[in-house]
């Protein structure tokens, strides 16, 4: 069966620790976010997972960095399938108000939601592609790369969870979700980039290549 998979991609921060809109620092010849978006669409529509639907859009969910971070996912729509959430809830929500919000705005005939971090440029196409092809091969309702038993990000949810999701109190963290479905859970194993995201100035000083 032919299953579409939609990244969700949480980029309503408000990058305190930074100091300024930490999606739109250079990475490489783009920027965080560019690099972000360009490693999901390329993960998603692999030849590897050719049994998928072609992937409908890339939702980034924003808030803290506003206008910038819109203007930013526009520009880069003109590359790749994005279309931008607005979640108005960012600063009493948090995480779990954002993936409410991806997971309210999915498109008609998505089977599974593929959550990742807009600050997290670091994470590697295979990652992707290996996490799609599980839940391909058995439809698992939750899918976690992890690294020496750490979970990390992206992380997949089929759409059998995801009312349950939505009825979550504001007070409930993702960990807290997935703690209530560990015998769900498939595990996929990845490297050590599923577990670093960019925080701090020192942070992007030493992972930026």
Not at 96 to 103: D, N
Request: net charge neutral; with cysteine.
């Amino acid at each position: 069966m032919t299953k579409g998979i939609t990244a969700i991609l949480l980029a309503a921060g408000q990058s305190r620790r930074m100091g300024q809109p930490k999606l739109l620092l250079p990475w490489g010849d783009t920027t965080v976010l560019g690099q972000v978006v360009s490693m999901f669409s390329a993960g998603l529509t692999s030849k590897t997972n050719q049994r998928f639907k072609p992937i409908n859009e890339i939702l980034v969910v924003t808030g803290g960095g506003g206008a910038l971070v819109e203007a930013e996912a526009a520009r880069l729509a003109v590359r790749f399938p994005i279309r931008v959430v607005n979640n108005p809830n960012h600063v009493l929500g948090g995480m779990l108000s954002s993936i409410q919000a991806g997971l309210a705005a999915l498109a008609p005939g998505t089977s599974a939601a593929l959550i990742g971090l807009g600050d997290q440029p670091q994470v590697l196409e295979e990652t992707v592609r290996h996490i799609c092809a599980a839940f391909d091969k058995t439809g698992s309702a939750i899918i976690i790369p992890s690294f020496q038993g750490r979970r990390g990000h992206p992380w997949l949810v089929a759409k059998p969870l995801w009312q349950e999701i939505m009825a979550l109190p504001p007070t409930t963290t993702p960990r807290e979700f997935l703690e209530t479905h560990t015998g769900q859970i498939e595990y996929v194993t990845a490297d050590q980039s599923i577990l670093q995201d960019i925080d701090t100035p020192e942070d992007y000083n030493h992972q930026r290549p």
